[in-house]
């Protein structure tokens, strides 16, 4: 069975300040998707994630995915309240299907 | 807007009623994706199809689930005689493939169920 754990489950933080969230499996993925939740809503997309060792950029956000394709962190630089949500990352299967496996989230509450 | 949606975004039923949710993925997307979500987990894969025909369903979908996509566009998810444990959101996802190498998916806003 193919899981993605994440890492911390829950961080609260002051605004301006610096954090990563790790995802890890033991398993490899075609890719990873990073997505951010809003409570009574459905995951958006931030970034995929293909080549193992590869960084992408997205504003304050960095994500890298290992260079084994099994782990990959997301980086908030200077965190702001507009930050506050669920991160969710999800491996595509090597099954061919393209069904996701979802890791089971952080919480991230960023503090004014 | 030309997300995806999703129809009811609240559903309040009694147990042992049926409920039909509707989901209307990006226009030209072939592949359609249904997921559940109970608080504090990430969503859980249920079954997707490529166009009309579905091709997955996991195990997490008893006799009481189904699903149709009947001429490859929307989808409805049915659950029969409901329990409290259907709890949860329901949540739809679309994407097109191929596209590239990988199968990125969009999905809309969900809909919650509360089976009382």
């Known amino acids: 069975t193919q899981l993605l754990e994440q890492s911390p489950q829950f961080l609260s933080i002051q605004e301006g300040e610096n954090l990563t969230v790790y995802c890890n499996s033991s398993s490899v993925f075609s890719s990873l998707q990073w997505y951010r939740q809003e409570p009574g809503e459905g995951p958006v997309l931030l970034v995929t994630?293909?080549?193992?060792?590869e960084v992408k950029k997205l504003k304050r956000l960095t994500f890298q995915f290992g260079d084994a394709r099994k782990d990959s962190s997301l980086h908030i630089t200077a965190a702001q309240p507009g930050d506050t949500g669920l991160y969710l990352c999800a491996g595509d299967t090597t099954s061919g299907t393209y069904k996701y496996i979802f890791g089971t989230g952080t919480r991230l509450k960023v503090l004014a | 807007d030309t997300g995806v949606s999703q129809n009811p975004r609240h559903k309040i039923t009694k147990r042992g009623q049926n409920v039909t949710f509707r989901c209307d993925p990006i226009?030209?997307?072939?592949?359609l994706y249904w997921y559940r979500q109970t608080l504090g987990q990430g969503p859980e894969f249920l079954t997707y199809?490529?166009?009309?025909?579905?091709?997955?369903k996991s195990r997490l979908l008893s006799d009481r689930f189904s699903a149709e996509r009947p001429k490859g566009s929307f989808s409805t998810l049915e659950i029969q005689r409901t329990e409290q444990g259907d709890s949860a959101m329901y949540l739809c996802?679309?994407?097109?493939?191929?596209?590239?190498?990988?199968?990125?998916?969009?999905f809309g806003p969900g809909t919650r169920l509360t089976v009382l």
């Open positions: 226009s030209e997307h072939n592949r």
């Open positions: 996802a679309s994407s097109l493939s191929p596209s590239s190498s990988t199968d990125t998916q969009y």
């Open positions: 199809f490529q166009n009309e025909a579905q091709l997955e």
């Open positions: 994630v293909v080549t193992g060792g």
